[in-house]
């Protein structure tokens, strides 16, 4: 047998009488004292919020649980339907959908406000980052990702909501001067308004959290798995999984169909 | 085409500027306001928690976000090994294995607790409503879930503490009294000491909250979503995934080998 | 650290020059000797199939590929749309729905025919132990799996086609009569005509192949790979999810909507 | 109402007398005529198989069905361990491990053959060719997929295995040439021997059957799902899941025991 690697876990271990997750024993320092969302950040950051980073941190996070009949929340209501004894895995099929289209766009938003401006940086010229970003972006052929919105117009109300929320904290940084510098920048090149939304002002807030971009499509996994919960419950109480097959079956195929 | 029966959601839906979510706005009466265990409680219960509801919600929840390197942590670990692209898949697989061995055991006791007792009664005879629950197992050849623990011995230590917190918030009711008495009359029967573990204060503490015993895996679900994170971002900085198939792989199959 | 139990699998083995499968190596037994079909019949049996077995369990397995819009393949398509760097996942997901509602009925005809015959008997009373199946399942309330058809009307064409190809070749025993047997019974006692669809002709079929029960769903999961795979292929080329999607929050949010 | 899209699939739909899959009646055209491997070739590429491509198909899916405790076997094992109630899940759980890792090299391979020579040119110089892909994967830093093997050494057997049944058939053109000129090219660049391996073979054949290089990840998902299908029986029957994760929980957090 070849000479093997050490294995190791720096997350959770526990004793006969004790249990310790990133260092801080679950019993006396974590229970009735962490709230869920403080835990989600603990996970993440190794650390405990403070009480400015908790309310910002949360509000991003609640802001990714429930977003209606996504097709992730399709998903787990046609799994569901056909495996009703498996919650977890109609849940963790809806979660696979969370790729580069929807949840991408947000970890895309974080990593080109990150590259333009490696750490936060009070002096630098916002102005020309956004537009060498809009150029990069317009040059790869790509879209800017975290502006405009196919239905709120003429702004998704979640973005300003979510600044605010990050300036009255102390999170009013360079990060969001850049993220919206972007969102005007690429307006200006397309002659559309085009403001920043909520994939955009998450991306924002999470990186004055400093919150690395490689971490940012995580919090939208675990958020959205509360709410792929919600429609698992009502899936089971008022179904439209069936219907909706039966549905776009119909549409689908109808052309085949010989005239009865 | 058939006549088509009606497709409705009551979970969220949203005009040109604004997102309601179970009938709160999500800018003006969410985002910022609400935490994410709250939010998770809305989800589930279509109301907001009261200031002892959330902390002893968000205390269970907290409780089931992160046990290590459990056989879900490992399939997300493998996973996210093998498609490094896809953390939502890595999440959604290592979700798939919280059935009925493990998060199931959270949700039959819940069930047997609400079946024996289907609304709390401050009166019910609690000892002979144990004995019942205990017979029937036993009669069925099925263990008594939410008791005994493997490794925390003498006494798993998160079910004192739940239980601690639940009774200094006002949830010191009849199914906390009935789940411990099933673990004394199961110990009596088996001549074992086999206290309350988490799993079964959990459970009790969910019907305490008046949580329908279908909700309580969803509970676990969502909690170990957050945990499944923190797994994939270890993963991808410390590895073991690789380590581990080599061994595992080269253990169970050394006895194949001809001696080279 | 306790004694370990050992892990071993015989499935799979290799040395420097040499790779086993199921006993036969690879190289030199397996490729371009055994078709994809046999190759999963030795995966589940660990035996080549003779000629005759080919055919018939080739038809059974090719029969579960490919049933057009299932929840399945929505659920694929779903996922792809929005995670197209993850086709692996998009199937994964799919497989997930494939429970106790759809693919479940195949293992539960399979199930009661091996539980009211364990093996094969020629000399038995195939009337009276379809009887006590319809029987058994009235009393508990249940459905009697394999029969009837909510679409193929009078008669699912696959059945007749799966009894013919099997009797073809020498698979006209006892577990076809049953079935049919089962579903003259069901049909009597229901005062509907309900002949055996696919999904007990398969159960029939594979009992007469010898195929445990428990491996009957196996045989739907990986047949169904197969055709989730061509829906992710029709996806990417002319996709339907996201008007699917549009179509289906529009129609299930529309009451709440003020008018416009 | 927005005017909606057209939804269409043309895989496959049904009357209520005949189920059509590809434009071929199910009944009469497919079930026990056409086996899994060659209903495989059909879902892939709209037509059945010459028996020449067959043959050529039915091996390079063979070889993908079953590589032993892979990590993607470990999942399916790890999950049905946990959920044994959902065999459906366990297998797609495994699935979403086959992503650019594993499974992806094999498309890489496929996609930098098909870019150097986008249809088959039996005048092409295939030296030049050779050199400007390992020049290019070089310069990326990238390594060059479907070469050398860390266990199979000198070579991977399957490989002239397939080669040899590929020329066998009618199959030796100028993707083979190419495929093993870029692996001399390489071994050259680095100075070791790095033959051609299995997934470079499968890649190579892939093109001379004239597959579009977007779908050999598709034969990898869906030969594996049967594979997996295998893990979930031994598993069940002789499991190796839980040692495996007892014993790596004990080696990844023993350094932070305290000596008992």
């Known amino acids: ?26 019993c006396k320092d974590i229970l009735g004292k962490v709230s869920l969302g403080d835990m989600a950040f603990l996970e993440l950051t190794d650390r405990l919020p403070t009480p400015q980073e908790s309310i910002v941190f949360n509000a991003i996070a609640v802001c990714l649980v429930e977003h209606g009949l996504t097709p992730s929340a399709l998903v787990t209501r046609l799994t569901i339907s056909g495996a009703p004894e498996a919650m977890q895995a109609a849940v963790g099929a809806g979660l696979c959908g969370l790729g580069s289209v929807f949840v991408g766009s947000m970890e895309d938003a974080a990593r080109l406000l990150q590259q333009a401006m490696p750490v936060p940086d009070p002096q630098a010229d916002i102005a020309a980052l956004a537009r060498a970003i809009v150029d990069r972006q317009v040059a790869a052929g790509a879209s800017v990702p975290g502006i405009g919105h196919h239905i709120h117009k003429p702004v998704d109300p979640r973005a300003p909501a979510l600044f605010a929320i990050a300036r009255a904290h102390g999170f009013d940084g360079p990060y969001l001067a ?24 998450i991306a924002a807030v999470a990186c004055e959290l400093g919150l690395p971009w490689e971490i940012v499509r995580g919090i939208g996994v675990m958020a959205r798995a509360i709410g792929l919960v919600a429609h698992v419950l009502e899936e089971l109480r008022n179904p439209l999984a069936r219907e909706m097959k039966t549905l776009v079956e119909e549409m689908a195929t109808a052309h085949f169909r010989p005239a009865t």
Chains 1, 2, 3, 4 share one sequence.
């Open 178 to 201: 850049l993220m919206n510098a972007v969102a005007e920048e690429a307006g200006r090149r397309l002659g559309k308004n085009l403001p920043c939304n909520a994939t955009g002002a």
């Open 1 to 26: 047998m070849a000479k093997r690697k050490p294995m190791r876990t720096d997350i959770a271990w526990s004793t006969t009488d004790s249990i310790t997750v990133k260092g801080l024993d679950v």
